[in-house]
């Protein structure tokens, strides 16, 4: 069992030097993107599904709160935690729309919609995605694997180099936490 336990370490180690590696840049740029669309007036709206759905929340709830430093509120939003709208929108519309919906009724221009995907296929997140976009949202995709469709719609695509789901979603609470971090200090001193 320990040396299972060493490979799950080594392996999420490995991805998260590979990310340094290669994604430093578009991490720099989401955390820009954001900043820019708080200081405006904007806001944050994060979606997924299962575990991204527990990653939207999490975010969110970071940035409405606190990260590390009691300080104002910064605007976010997760279009994951209301079941009423989540289910009379899959029940009378069909599942894939849930986020799209969401975003057509909450989403302004100047706010930021991230899709959060581990395979980056998700039909619903995609076409969140979409709808941002035709909002003239600004559009960030956490993904993974090769990114799927929606690696190839976000204006900012952050792609895990893992296949491994586990591994994916550790990396985007990792880019996560920096994205809050970083926003906190700049907005908030």
Do not use: W
């Amino acid at each position: 069992m320990r040396d299972k336990i060493k490979e799950k370490l080594l392996e999420s180690i490995q991805v998260k030097e590979e990310l340094m590696r290669i994604c430093i840049t578009p991490i720099v740029e989401t955390v820009n993107c954001i900043i820019d669309s708080l200081k405006r007036g904007g806001k944050v709206i994060f979606f997924g599904n299962g575990g991204s759905a527990a990653d939207s929340q999490h975010l969110a709830a970071e940035f409405v709160g606190r990260f590390k430093k009691d300080r104002k509120a910064l605007a976010a939003v997760a279009l994951t935690t209301d079941t009423s709208i989540l289910t009379s929108l899959a029940n009378d519309y069909g599942y894939e729309v849930i986020f799209a919906k969401q975003i057509e009724a909450l989403g302004n221009k100047g706010d930021v919609a991230v899709g959060i995907s581990t395979s980056g296929k998700a039909k619903n997140v995609i076409m969140g995605i979409k709808r941002a976009k035709d909002m003239n949202l600004k559009t960030i995709a956490l993904t993974g694997g090769d990114g799927g469709a929606l690696a190839r719609l976000a204006d900012i695509t952050l792609i895990i180099p893992s296949k491994v789901t586990a591994r994916i979603q550790e990396a985007h609470i990792t880019i996560g936490h920096i994205i809050c971090e970083l926003a906190e200090e700049t907005l908030c001193g």
